[in-house]
């Protein structure tokens, strides 16, 4: 099984702040951390390998990320909790994207992902991690040298729709959105462009079996329990899972294994899809929101007080 | 290659592009300032920059497929129905704004319906809102939201009859549907949008969405693909009630004709649902009196004092996200950036500080009463009534008002 997960580097939250007297953006330390969302998108899938290796089979956890050179210090993060391999698509050419070339430009790192180069390197970064964990606290655990990269071809190859050329993951997991954009188009449009089933907001992963994936996801009529074939595209909430921290011979294995750092060219991607030329969405203006600055301090004893709070209520039709 | 320019000949060094950049993407180093490989050509510095330096250069050989705009008219508000096959709230909102534009532009307002036909009558009412036309398809494959199968209904459609703009409500379903059909279509798509305008002329669609948890509003537009697609919350524009009213009153009104459109036999839907749970107690999203609580209330011990608020004014109850990440409410009961939307009459705030993601979800609301122990509280900036005290005192004493008052 091979499932890629799609990270979004962004601004620790606290840092998008507003200087109230200039209406400038405060910037306190430039962190970027893994979009929260994205990161319970991770443990996800590092529980599915985790499952997959206590039984015995093979499991690859390919982590994916658009974004400038420095995001490489948070895939290779991603390398130390447990992923198989990275992939950083880093382009001048990628500058300015919105969603739509945003989910082009991951969807050539996806098909890169299961182009054979990339997962000769996922097999040998993988038993590297092998090697360098055998000394760790649990040394009878199964570890992932099963994830052979032809894992992934088997596995599409079970529901007839293995194509020719790079083979595609069984399983592309998102971050339901990013804190910062909070757009949470990527998903469905990575899910658009392969053509695959797509379930946004999921809550739980119920099961993965015989080709397919049983979930619970947010939907407007309720908790909705559904299946989908792989493969198929996840978006998860930021309470599915608590990701785990990197372990110390996690850490030390994930400095061996190098994070793959591409351009434009090098995953085929079509300049006129990449980036800002690839953007159909313009921001012509932006500005501060004006804010209600009339606030009436209502005075006054307490009970004069729940009496006016009364008639704004009456006001408004009670 | 598109890119960020900077005039040497212009550029004063005066450091207003660093500030007002949100990603250090630009510095000023030697009085000139440079982009960095953070810019992610936003625009931000270009607004900031008092003498006209900054600009960024778009690849024309790269800009839109060369579609023929001209060929593309009218504007299509996607509709949606709940569980029981109701059309949502959302849609006479979307209606009511897509008429607004549709007067200002000189074209027309088509609804798009497809449903299982659990409620009779959907497309009547719909067509009874004012909108020139109601596409409907009545087909059981679009009983449950497979946002593909939709997808590949909504995108035959469109190709061939090609709206300038579409309209999705920024619903859990329109929110995966609207992208799916965005990347088909390869056109741009703006999520949540809080305000939309058009030029009346070029017919280019004025969309405004907060950024960065409100904190900034972004105007976007969509210059050389069409169509034009946008979401909006529930809750963002209000229903007109010549909207509302045709809704209800049972299609006397001149009312728009429906066309029926047939899904292609080919689209099966994937997603199998297996089970539902449904959402217990009323939507916070619809709400015309709405008590929202957060911290400042103390401990899970006084939440039963604000059900009872909640109670006595006929309101929801809604709350910040600490209170549900502590698992005193559930999720649909929060409000904010990763919430609801609301847009109540009235609003009680309750112990909320107000941090920027909350505020972003209460933009809606027409009449905030903020109670908070803490005059400094940000929540205070956004309310048209502060009481500064305590939650508990304050709300035992509303609560006997209204008890006597019944």
């Known amino acids: ?318 | 290659m598109s890119g960020l320019m900077v005039d040497a000949a212009r550029c004063v060094g005066c450091k207003r592009c660093e500030r007002a950049c949100a990603f250090g993407g630009i510095v000023v180093e030697g009085r000139l300032a440079r982009p960095t490989d953070a810019c992610t050509l936003c625009g931000g510095c270009v607004e900031a920059c008092p003498v006209d330096a900054i600009s960024i250069e778009r690849d024309e050989a790269g800009e839109g497929p060369g579609r023929d705009l001209s060929a593309y008219r009218d504007i299509w508000v996607i509709a949606q129905v709940d569980a029981e096959g109701a059309l949502l709230p959302v849609v006479f909102e979307l209606v009511g704004k897509a008429l607004e534009l549709a007067e200002a532009r000189g074209c027309q307002v088509v609804a798009v319906l497809g449903e299982a036909g659990r409620a009779p009558r959907q497309a009547e009412r719909l067509a009874a809102t004012g909108v020139a036309e109601v596409i409907h398809a009545v087909d059981e494959r679009l009983a449950h939201a497979d946002a593909e199968v939709f997808t590949q209904w909504i995108c035959a459609l469109a190709e061939e009859r090609r709206p300038e703009a579409m309209l999705f409500g920024a619903t859990a379903f329109g929110r995966e549907l609207a992208p799916r059909v965005a990347v088909r279509l390869q056109t741009g798509l703006t999520a949540d949008c809080t305000a939309l305008d058009i030029d009346p002329k070029t017919g280019a669609l004025l969309q405004t969405r907060p950024a960065f948890g409100g904190n900034l509003m972004a105007t976007i537009e969509c210059p050389a693909h069409r169509p034009q697609m946008a979401t909006v919350r529930p809750g963002v524009f209000a229903a007109p009630e010549c909207v509302t009213a045709g809704a209800g009153a049972g299609a006397d009104l001149a009312a728009g004709i429906i066309t029926q459109a047939l899904l292609a036999p080919e689209v099966a839907p994937r997603v199998i649902v297996l089970d539902i749970e449904p959402v217990i107690g009323g939507s916070i999203a619809q709400a015309e009196r709405l008590v929202v609580v957060g911290r400042g209330i103390g401990s899970k011990k006084n939440l039963p004092l604000m059900e009872r608020l909640a109670e006595l004014l006929h309101a929801e109850l809604g709350c910040t996200r600490p209170l549900v990440e502590a698992g005193w409410l559930d999720y649909a009961h929060q409000v904010g950036q990763t919430g609801a939307a609301v847009a109540p009459k009235l609003l009680v705030s309750i112990g909320v500080s107000g941090a920027i993601q909350h505020l972003a979800g209460i933009g809606g609301a027409e009449t905030v009463v903020a109670i908070n122990e803490d005059a400094a509280a940000p929540i205070f900036g956004v309310a048209d009534y502060a009481v500064v005290g305590d939650a508990v005192e304050v709300v035992t004493e509303l609560i006997a008002q209204l008890e006597a008052r019944n």
Not at chain 1, 18 to 34: L, Q
Not at chain 1, 305 to 311: D, H, M, P, T, V
């Open chain 1, 1 to 318: 099984m091979h499932i890629v997960v799609c990270v979004k580097a962004v601004p620790s939250s606290t840092e998008v702040k507003m200087d109230p007297v200039t209406h400038t953006i405060v910037r306190d330390g430039r962190e970027s951390v893994v979009n929260p969302f994205d990161a319970a998108a991770l443990e996800v899938a590092l529980a599915i390998k985790d499952e997959r290796a206590a039984a015995g089979e093979g499991c690859r956890v390919s982590v994916l990320s658009m974004g400038i050179p420095a995001t490489e210090a948070l895939l290779r993060d991603g390398i130390a909790r447990g992923a198989s391999d990275a992939l950083l698509l880093s382009d001048r050419a990628f500058a300015g994207a919105d969603t739509l070339a945003t989910s082009y430009a991951l969807s050539c790192g996806i098909r890169e992902l299961g182009s054979a180069s990339m997962g000769d390197a996922a097999a040998s970064g993988a038993s590297e991690q092998r090697t360098a964990s055998s000394g760790s606290a649990a040394p009878g655990t199964p570890e992932d040298g099963t994830a052979m990269p032809g894992s992934s071809v088997s596995g599409t190859s079970e529901h007839g729709e293995s194509a020719p050329g790079p083979s595609l993951p069984d399983l592309i997991l998102c971050g339901k959105m990013a804190v910062d954009g909070d757009t949470a188009q990527i998903g469905p449009e990575l899910a658009g462009l392969f053509d695959m089933p797509c379930v946004t907001d999921v809550r739980e992963l119920v099961a993965i079996e015989r080709g397919r994936v049983t979930v619970r996801h947010a939907t407007d009529a309720g908790i909705e329990l559904v299946e989908v074939p792989l493969p198929a595209v996840l978006t998860v909430a930021k309470d599915i899972a608590q990701p785990r921290m990197p372990s110390i011979a996690g850490v030390r294995a994930a400095a061996g294994v190098p994070v793959a750092v591409l351009s434009a060219a090098c995953v085929q991607a079509d300049p006129a899809r990449s980036g800002l030329a690839g953007s159909p969405t313009q921001v012509v203006r932006s500005f501060v929101p004006e804010r209600s600055d009339t606030c009436e301090v209502l005075e006054g004893s307490v009970p004069q007080q729940a009496a006016r709070i009364i008639a704004l209520a009456e006001e408004a039709g009670l």
